[in-house]
RNA sequence: AGUAUCGUGACUCAACUGGUAGAGUGUCCGACUGUCUCUCGGAAAGUUGCGGGUUCGAAUCCCGUCGGUACUGCCA
């Protein structure tokens, strides 16, 4: 047997009770005469103690233990002379009779303590060090809860899980796909599944009315902290429901979790419109943890004579409060570089100062009276103390640049307050995306999203600008900001489905090598349905006011996509690749 | 692919912006009978990522390169 109990079960009520323990040395503390060894398991640490005057080989031995030994003891519990009020095994100590070394260990290289990690690539060389680490520990235990408190929900409502292939059909829309060469049919590719969206909606039409999986996706882009090559998504559909239906279901499912596990009440998830968001704070996911909306200033600050309002499109404002006195010159000139950074792009930035004594200081003084700028200032809702900034352009990039600034100034001003979370359904997205650079749609969503029914009679009949203009029945849930999940109603419609393949661009041969087992699916009483996904590993970081997903993956890939600690991707022999009928390409500079 | 930033003992960082590479943690040795980040004494440990260049002199400046991270492009 190699243990009795685990390193966190112990109280003072078992004192007098022989006990066998298995675990990892934490760290020893040699005092002379006696020796104190904390061991460690992944529910805690119990203090082990030996004494020259008991056993004083024992504690030689004791002594001799190195960091990150595991070792199996068997003692008695005693009552502590003195005890340690910040552990829960505090009270108690393991006076041990028996020591055996499981096995030694190297001194790791880097300390397994909460706060002394090191750094990025050394952690992930020897993740299973780092996965040790109480933060990482716990953050892999809560992904656990989140995971079986999401079955537990999507059960309760009636849902069945059903999995689906990983070796599928690659498809030219969306992200890059990774791609499996397949040894048995020469010169022809599996690829991994960017989401199991085809299938789910083949679940539907076989009947399998709320279907759901936590299932892993691939997606071959480049990454970011919140974007790792594989990634697992929540996925459902459910037949024979309305845009309603499937919110009302992921609002329960998002509410349950946060209850269950961060036992927090979240009250009913505001909706607005793409179009709204967009306008309101320039961005399809707005963090609502802060206002600083935007304000629409054309009317107020054009025809002045000032160049460089008269030419824009939009003039925007967002008013920063109580910056007035607290930011420099210098300071304001830094942030003007910040927003000027190719990253953001803007050209430049308007401000007008409303310091606490009244007076006003702004870029554009020379263009404005101090009436017209105290004008603007009320009809902004600025009061002493506060800032407007006002940047001006193409409407588009202009709102995207003040999306920027607004999020900085937000992080600045300390607006993002942990365990605040403000959840938001941003509905009714563009149906199709131009794209300038090839010169046809895209599907925002994807490509069988279903248009709002009143645009779908546009949508058979309009112009290339009414295309522009569709909505559809798409949604996204937001948190904080952050793109928790999307899905939509679908076509279940074969002709409409067509109509959409056509649009974005697919012949009709095109269309059915690629989609016809979809679309002829729809020809035997495909119902009306409709899904969603959520990012599973982004809501583990979500929850937890963390805004990188890799310390929620046990096994995550840096930045280049690669595993450091196993070191993939790499090179296979060439017995391979000739069976797989593979020729390698030179690589040229 | 681009931009920024970082790379200095095992780990985390410092080194006055060009003038003898240091500290804490860890490791090793020794002392210590109630510690719990034990304490105290001592020791070992560095080709400053790599390659060039400028200079009397480079961790520091320049060029290149490799690697980490963040962001942009990209990601229905």
């Not at 279903?450 to 779908?456: F, M, T």
């Not at 409709?530 to 929620?552: E, Y």
């Amino acid at each position: 047997m190699y243990r009795s109990h685990n390193c966190g079960a112990l109280r003072i009520d078992h004192v007098g009770q022989e006990v066998t323990l298995s675990g990892w040395v934490q760290i020893g503390r040699d005092l002379g005469g006696m020796t104190f060894v904390d061991l460690r398991d992944r529910y805690g640490i119990t203090q082990l103690a030996f004494n020259m005057d008991d056993n004083a080989d024992l504690c030689e031995q004791a002594r001799k233990l190195g960091r990150e030994f595991v070792i199996k003891v068997t003692g008695i519990v005693n009552e502590r002379q003195s005890k340690n009020a910040n552990r829960p095994t505090g009270d108690i100590e393991i006076k041990v009779s028996h020591l055996e070394v499981l096995n030694a260990s190297k001194t790791p290289p880097f300390t397994i303590e909460n706060e002394t990690d090191g750094g990025d690539d050394i952690r992930m060389k020897y993740r299973y060090l780092d996965i040790r680490r109480n933060p990482v520990k716990e953050n892999l235990i809560f992904r656990s809860n989140l995971a079986i408190e999401t079955r537990k929900y999507l059960a309760g409502e009636g849902f069945i899980e059903v999995e689906t292939p990983n070796l599928i059909k690659s498809t030219p829309e969306g992200a890059r796909d990774f791609v499996v060469p397949s040894r048995m049919n020469a010169n022809q590719f599996y690829a991994l599944p960017q989401s199991p969206q085809t299938f789910k909606q083949l679940l539907m039409v076989a009947g399998m009315d709320k279907y759901f999986q936590i299932v892993k996706c691939f997606r071959d882009e480049d990454l970011r902290a919140d974007r790792q090559p594989e990634f697992t998504q929540i996925d459902c559909e459910m037949a024979f429901v309305t845009r309603e239906d499937v919110l009302n279901t992921f609002e329960g499912l998002t509410k349950h979790l946060f209850s269950t596990v961060k036992n927090i009440t979240l009250d009913d998830f505001p909706k607005m419109s793409y179009d709204e968001a967009m306008r309101r704070f320039g961005s399809d996911k707005p963090d609502l943890r802060f206002d600083m909306e935007f304000i629409y200033l054309n009317e107020q600050l054009k025809g002045k004579d000032f160049v460089v309002f008269d030419g824009a499109e939009n003039i925007i404002g967002i008013v920063v409060k109580g910056i007035a006195d607290e930011y420099s010159n210098k300071d304001l000139k830094k942030l003007t570089e910040w927003v000027q950074r190719p990253q953001i792009g803007a050209k430049g930035l308007v401000y007008v100062k409303h310091h606490a004594d009244d007076t006003i200081k702004s870029t554009i003084g020379k263009f404005f009276s101090e009436e017209e700028l105290r004008s603007v200032l009320s009809h902004c809702g600025a009061e002493k103390g506060d800032t407007l900034f006002v940047l001006c352009g193409e409407t588009e990039k202009t709102r995207k640049q003040l999306n920027e600034l607004r999020l900085e100034m937000g992080r600045r001003l300390g607006l993002m307050k942990e365990g605040d979370f403000k959840p938001l359904w941003v509905i009714d997205f563009p149906l199709l995306e131009w794209d300038e650079e090839s010169e046809r749609f895209h599907a925002m969503h994807h490509p069988f999203t279903s248009p709002k029914a009143e645009d779908e009679e546009r949508m058979l009949n309009g112009d290339h600008e009414t295309m522009k203009s569709l909505r559809a029945d798409a949604y996204d849930l937001v948190i904080n900001g952050s793109e928790i999940g999307g899905g939509s109603i679908r076509i279940h419609d074969r002709e409409l489905q067509s109509k959409n393949l056509d649009l974005l661009g697919f012949s009709k041969e095109e269309a059915e090598a690629q989609f016809g087992f979809l679309l002829g699916a729809f020809e035997y009483g495909a119902p009306p349905h409709g899904g969603i996904a959520f990012g599973f590993d982004r809501l583990c970081a979500v929850l937890n006011g963390q805004s990188s997903i890799r310390d929620f993956i046990a096994f995550p890939k840096n930045n280049q996509g690669r595993d450091i600690m196993i070191d993939a991707p790499s090179p296979i022999d060439d017995e391979q690749l000739t069976e797989l009928r593979l020729d390698l390409v030179k690589q040229e500079e």
